[in-house]
């Protein structure tokens, strides 16, 4: 299954790279200078290139990822919808919307490019439903913190079930079993939202906030291949 791997692999990347571009379109308008029509521009590039390899990935998707490939097309569909429906001025819905779509298609699509392959590597089951749970959980209350402003507890609790989501997926991948490249290269990936949180909390700069959304989404990618990684029932 090398051609839908690289596909829903490919989307994955270019669904980060949407993900950035928004977080600079979104968060540019409180930063002088900040590079909104280069941001516009790589957004619209990389959303028509994910949309076009979704569909690719749809078309030739094997029985094993058709239910994966057809959710994203869905998604893919429903945000590009949303961006047309905004006319570039987001009402609150539509940008909750789109900030908890982007993760959750990039989380989709790395679902079915590690189902697709044969890394020799099985994360522990019950820990990455469980990781997988918390950080939907933290991802909804992010993105209402975004669209809301919410007071310091919210905040906290924010972090707290952010912190909760990325160590649980950590474990998963710890307690997994198979090539210790894989296992390092989870635990990577788990830790970058977290590291990314810290340095955009102790930094005022547009860099730090966007590094720090398109972590969210690159954990985001690591919940879907825990869950892909997990023995299956």
Same mark, same amino acid.
């Given at each position: 299954?090398? %051609?839908? !791997?690289?596909?829903? *692999?490919?989307?994955?990347?270019?669904?980060?790279?949407?993900?950035?571009?928004?977080?600079?379109? !979104?968060? %540019?308008?409180?930063?002088? %200078?900040?590079?909104?029509?280069?941001?516009?521009?790589?957004?619209?590039?990389?959303?028509?290139?994910?949309?076009?390899?979704?569909?690719?990935?749809?078309?030739?998707?094997?029985?094993?990822?058709?239910?994966?490939?057809?959710?994203?097309?869905?998604?893919?569909?429903? =945000?590009?919808?949303? %961006?047309? $429906?905004? *006319?570039?001025?987001?009402?609150? $819905?539509? $940008?909750?919307?789109?900030?908890? +779509?982007?993760?959750?298609?990039?989380? =989709?699509?790395?679902?079915?490019?590690?189902?697709?392959? $044969?890394? +020799?590597?099985?994360?522990?089951?019950? =820990?990455? !439903?469980?990781?997988?749970?918390?950080?939907?959980?933290?991802?909804? *209350?992010?993105?209402?913190?975004?669209?809301?402003?919410?007071?310091?507890?919210?905040?906290?609790?924010?972090?707290?079930?952010?912190?909760? #989501?990325?160590?649980?997926?950590?474990? #998963?991948?710890?307690a997994g079993h198979g090539r210790a490249s894989a296992r390092a290269c989870g635990l990577f990936v788990t830790a970058a939202a977290p590291?990314?949180?810290?340095?955009?909390?102790?930094?005022?700069?547009?860099?730090? #906030?966007?590094?720090?959304?398109?972590?969210?989404?690159?954990?985001?990618?690591?919940? *879907?291949?825990?869950?892909?990684?997990?023995?299956? !029932?």
């Amino acid at each position: 299954m090398r %051609g839908p !791997r690289t596909l829903a *692999g490919t989307a994955a990347v270019l669904v980060l790279t949407v993900v950035a571009a928004s977080a600079t379109i !979104r968060l %540019g308008a409180d930063f002088p %200078g900040a590079p909104i029509a280069l941001a516009r521009l790589v957004h619209r590039a990389a959303a028509t290139l994910a949309a076009i390899a979704v569909a690719l990935l749809l078309y030739l998707a094997p029985p094993a990822l058709r239910a994966a490939a057809r959710a994203a097309a869905a998604l893919t569909v429903a =945000l590009a919808l949303a %961006g047309v $429906a905004s *006319g570039g001025e987001s009402p609150r $819905a539509l $940008a909750l919307f789109n900030q908890l +779509g982007g993760p959750t298609l990039a989380a =989709l699509l790395a679902f079915a490019a590690f189902r697709a392959s $044969a890394p +020799g590597f099985a994360c522990e089951p019950r =820990l990455a !439903r469980t990781g997988c749970a918390l950080l939907v959980a933290q991802y909804t *209350g992010a993105a209402l913190l975004s669209a809301f402003a919410g007071p310091p507890l919210a905040v906290l609790a924010h972090a707290t079930l952010g912190l909760a #989501a990325t160590l649980t997926l950590a474990a #998963a991948f710890h307690a997994g079993h198979g090539r210790a490249s894989a296992r390092a290269c989870g635990l990577f990936v788990t830790a970058a939202a977290p590291c990314a949180g810290v340095a955009a909390a102790a930094s005022s700069g547009l860099a730090a #906030a966007v590094l720090h959304a398109t972590a969210a989404a690159l954990t985001a990618c690591a919940a *879907g291949a825990a869950l892909a990684l997990a023995p299956r !029932r």
